[in-house]
Structure formats: C-alpha cells, structure tokens
C-alpha cells in the first residue's frame, strides 16, 4: 500500500542562494538610490600644499623683471656710401654732437663733383655767349627801329610838301597821291615793326630769365653734390657713449646701413616684458616702484608696444623722481607695476592648481581635514601672492593649492 510523504515547512536549505541574490539585488538598489557615486581618490597627506582662505586687502599689482637702458639709443647709418678709410672713435668712448666717427671715400661721388662743376661752368659760357648775342640783337633792332621812324618822318613831310602844292594846283593829283600813299605803307611798317620787336624783347627776357633759373638750378646742385662730400664723414647727432661701431677700415658701407649706435646716458629707462594676459590693463602712466639699497624708486610706464611676441609685450618705464646712482645700462631690476587700487577681496594663496582648473574649480577640505571635495568657483584678479576669489568661497575655510595633475578627474580626495 501507498505510504503518504509529508510536506516539510519552514526554511530549507536549498532556499539560501534565492534568499542571498535577492539581498543582494536589495543592497544595489538601495546604494543606486542613496548611495554616495562620486570617485574618491586617497592621496598622502604630505604630497598636498593647504592654503587658508582670508579676507583682506587685495594689492591689485604684477611683478617684472626689468632691463635697465638709456633713455634713448640712436643708431648710426652713413646717408651716402663708401668705403672705411678711418675710425675717428672706438666703443665706449665719450663724444660730443657733431663729433666724428668715422670717415668715407667715395670715388664715384667725387667724379659726379667734377662732372656737376664742369656742366656748371658750360651752362654759364652758354649763358655769358647768348646775354651777348641777346644785347647785339637788340642794338641791332633799336637801330632798325630808328632807321624806319627817320623813314616815316621823311614820308610824312613829303606827303605833306605834295598835300600843299596839290592843293593850291601845282602838282598833278598822282604825284599826291603815290606821296600820301608812301606815308600810309611806311606807317604800317613801322607799327608792323615795332609790334615785331616787342615780340623779340619780350621773347629774350623770357629766354634770359629760363637760363637763369637753369643756372641757379645747376648752382644749388653742385652746392648740394658738394654737401653730398661732407656726409662722408659719419657725426654723432647726439652727446652720449659710443656704445656700438660695427665697422672695419676698407669695408664697403652703403648708405642708410646701421654701423653702430649712440647711447644718451643723461638719463635711463626699464625695458620690461609682461605676459599678454595683462595687456588690455596695462596703459601709459601707470605706477610701478622697486627697491634698491633700502629705498623705493617709483615709475611711470612711458610706452606700450601693442606687438606680442612667444606670449609676451614690451613696454618702457621711467623714473618719476630720484634713480640708483650706481645704476648701468644692462642691470635687472625686480617691478611691482600697480593695475589698480587695493581693495577688501577674498583670498587664496597662489598655486599650481589654477593651471589644471583654470580657477573655475578647487579642492575645499572639510571641518575634519581628512577629505577635501572638489567645488565649483570664480576667480577674479590675481598677484604675485593671491587669487582673488569672486564666488565660490567663505574665508576661514582651507582648500588644496598645490597641483591637481595627478587626480583632476576626481570628486572626492581622502588625505591620509
């Protein structure tokens, strides 16, 4: 007979592995829904630099590195060519305006001189043979002009000798009329005449005044062909120090190339090269200071040149008062260049981390120090020593300055 089997109750064990997954599907939901899914990274502590967060006056200034020169350096070029014949001055020497410095020969300008002297002279023969001949054309026509007025006179006192006799009957009315006729046609040559030279006088004054304008033409060439001589010798346009001579006896100079410079030491610049994120803020008159022995020395920024070079610009300063007496043309000098005036900010101590963040984010730790968290913030101007924060931050909290290569990608550090 059949032998009933009774159903156990109760937990068994082969219900354990259901019982295990379907914990296990409740415990990944649940770290789904409140868990915590940002990367934590664990960093030494000591491999991090920790800053303070303050609030306090922003100096609102860049730091440089400046180059003293002289005030002003004017280069040497030669205004006609040549070749070297003779350094008059060395580099380093102390001259005067209008000194020589060195002194060229040019053979071809000497023969221009002799050709320009020579074309002269012919232009003046020319001029000296034509004022002749002009003066004997014009004897020649005054004489002319007086031998037609005696003619006229003549015709006109037989014209009127015939004029009387034909009126009282005496002569036959031709013979009265060829005389009157004879006076009318050597009038006519006379106004004809006259009017002919006037022509020709006025004709050889202009001819006269051309040629002599050509020749004062020609005078002023040979004058300035001859000046042309005396800028073979190079001078100094200026007093100062020959600070450059780049040139050797026979070499051949063409005219307007650079040979060397003169340097005006009666008074010095700083030449300085700033960082084009600063260019749309520095402007001309801008204070910069520095010191030296103990005191302050004060600047003012002379000239921005708008050309950026390998991320740079070059603007030139000046002393507003009293410069170093020991200062040289060649010496560095540490600026602080003022953008603006001081004022309360939010601070952060400089670090490498902005060239990771770009300042639009940073590690703040928490009150336990043992975790730092990534956050979002705006930084505004900076200086040699601070960041100035413009949202983000709360003075007396502590953020992580030192670089952020190696962890960028985290949320979360845990400093150990």
């Not at 002279?121 to 037609?148: I, P, W």
């Not at 033409?217 to 780049?246: A, F, H, P």
Request: hydrophobic residues 35%; neutral net charge.
């Amino acid at each position: 007979m059949d032998r009933i089997i009774e159903r156990k109750r109760g937990l068994q064990r082969k219900h354990i592995p259901y019982m295990a997954g379907g914990a296990f599907l409740l415990a990944m939901v649940l770290w789904l829904v409140f868990g915590n899914h940002r990367s934590t990274l664990r960093v030494s502590a000591e491999d991090v630099t920790v800053g303070k967060v303050t609030k306090g006056e922003f100096k609102d200034y860049v730091r440089l590195n400046g180059t003293v020169v002289p005030i002003q350096v004017v280069h040497i070029s030669p205004e006609e060519g040549g070749i070297v014949m003779e350094k008059v001055a060395e580099e380093g020497q102390q001259i005067r305006k209008g000194d020589v410095i060195v002194r060229l020969s040019n053979s071809s300008l000497d023969l221009q001189i002799l050709n320009a002297e020579a074309e002269l002279a012919e232009k003046q023969n020319l001029l000296r043979n034509t004022q002749v001949a002009m003066q004997q054309d014009r004897l020649n026509n005054e004489t002319e002009q007086a031998s037609v007025d005696m003619d006229v006179q003549r015709k006109r006192r037989a014209y009127e000798q015939y004029k009387r006799l034909y009126d009282e009957g005496l002569v036959a009315k031709e013979t009265f009329l060829q005389a009157k006729e004879d006076y009318e046609l050597w009038q006519k040559k006379q106004n004809l005449i006259g009017e002919r030279l006037k022509k020709d006088a006025q004709y050889r004054n202009i001819q006269m005044e051309q040629m002599e304008d050509n020749l004062e033409n020609m005078q002023r060439n040979v004058l300035l062909v001859r000046q042309r001589k005396g800028k073979l010798e190079v001078r100094s346009t200026i007093d100062g120090e020959l600070g450059l001579l780049d040139v050797a006896l026979g070499q051949s100079i063409t005219a307007g190339q650079t040979i060397g410079q003169v340097n005006d030491l009666s008074d010095f610049k700083i030449e300085a090269q700033i960082d084009e994120h600063y260019i749309d803020r520095v402007k001309v008159g801008l204070s910069a200071a520095f010191e030296r022995d103990g005191k302050t020395y004060t600047l003012t920024v002379r000239k921005v040149y708008p050309e950026v070079r390998q991320g740079k610009f070059r603007t030139d300063l000046t002393f507003t008062g009293t410069r170093p007496a020991q200062i040289r043309s060649g010496q560095t000098c540490n600026l602080n260049l003022e953008l603006g005036r001081p004022a309360q900010a939010v601070l952060i101590p400089k670090g490498t981390f902005f060239q990771t963040t770009g300042g639009n984010w940073i590690f703040v730790l928490d009150k336990s120090g043992t975790k730092a968290y990534r956050r979002h913030i705006r930084i505004g101007r900076q200086n040699p020593q601070y960041y100035e924060v413009d949202e983000g931050l709360e003075p007396g909290e502590r953020v992580i300055t030192s670089g952020y290569e190696a962890f960028e990608d985290n949320e979360i550090l845990k400093l150990e």
